[in-house]
């Protein structure tokens, strides 16, 4: 008996052994079910169309492409020839060549611009666009623009502006991005977006502000940006970022009326540095300098420079 169950489990390992050997090499794609790319035959456009399938399923991405391509130009302006087109650009979205991903889809728009798939393929012209900002802002900024005027009214063009100037600020150049920003705002005015626009364009210039050191002129017209934005959208999600911002700003404005204030008693005129103290207590009393020229003013009043 018990060599019986000996010889069995023998059988039964090798059994296994020889069905995983026999199933090795094949792969499983959504339109193609259980396929082992080396047995597929290739005569017919549809045939090859799964063999290229099943090459971007083992990612033999190169290949897949070279077959897609076979495939359109034996069946222009077909369903396959589509669907091979599609392939394409995914291939070289999965190989991170976004800009001839990109191009990819665009040839598919370029033949049919009234295309029942317009939509899905700006959708995934934008993904493209996401994904290039990590390494070239410019290509992705010339993405989502031609997303906007493929369809300057989709679903998809205020996300695409707001990308835009998502990209212009990655690049330091915050005029352009706060006027990007100001788009979305003017040409999107139900969009979602709106209220993170009003947050992101004082914002804008508050960056602009640290990259040209100290502008104070622009330094209050970005307070007055952020308390426009807490105005429009008391409850917003970005208010309490917001108030840290004002916060910060206003100790550099406190800082600047304070300095403004020694400044005119080293001149000897008290009565000028008295306004300026005083505008710090009134303007900023929540910070260190309101403290500060508080104390300025309490001195002055007792040697008699200010009544």
Avoid: H
């Avoid at 000996?6 to 339109?31: H, N, P, Q, R, Y």
């Avoid at 009003?198 to 990259?211: A, D, E, G, M, W």
Wanted: aromatic share 14%.
């Amino acid at each position: 008996m018990n060599k019986q169950l000996f010889v069995f489990c023998i059988l039964l390992v090798f059994f296994f052994v020889d069905t995983k050997a026999s199933f090795a090499g094949w792969v499983w794609t959504g339109e193609t079910n259980w396929v082992n790319p080396d047995q597929l035959t290739r005569e017919t456009s549809d045939q090859r169309y799964k063999y290229a399938v099943s090459l971007m399923i083992e990612r033999e991405y190169i290949s897949a492409i070279g077959v897609f391509k076979g495939v359109i130009k034996d069946n222009p302006g077909t369903e396959l020839a589509e669907e091979s087109q599609l392939n394409i650009a995914k291939t070289y979205f999965l190989i991170g060549d976004y800009k001839s991903s990109f191009s990819a889809y665009e040839q598919l728009i370029d033949k049919d611009p009234t295309t029942r798939r317009l939509s899905e393929i700006l959708d995934k012209e934008f993904k493209v666009g996401v994904f290039q900002m990590e390494r070239d802002e410019n290509g992705a900024i010339k993405v989502f623009e031609r997303i906007i005027e493929r369809n300057p009214l989709g679903f998809i063009a205020a996300d695409a502006q707001v990308k835009i100037a998502e990209c212009y600020y990655q690049l330091r150049q915050f005029d352009l991005a706060q006027d990007s920003f100001m788009t979305v705002m003017e040409n999107y005015p139900n969009s979602e977006w709106v209220p993170y626009a009003q947050f992101r364009i004082p914002y804008c210039k508050l960056s602009n502000i640290r990259v040209q050191e100290r502008n104070y002129d622009l330094l209050t017209k970005s307070r007055d940006g952020f308390e426009i934005y807490l105005a429009n959208n008391p409850q917003g999600a970005l208010v309490g970022a917001t108030n840290e911002i004002i916060s910060e700003i206003d100790i550099k404005l406190a800082e600047r009326e304070y300095e403004t204030g020694v400044f005119y008693l080293r001149q000897k005129r008290p009565d000028a540095g008295f306004i300026y103290f005083e505008s710090v207590t009134t303007n900023y009393p929540n910070t260190v300098w309101a403290v500060m020229a508080e104390e300025k003013i309490e001195m002055l009043k007792k040697v008699g420079a200010i009544r």
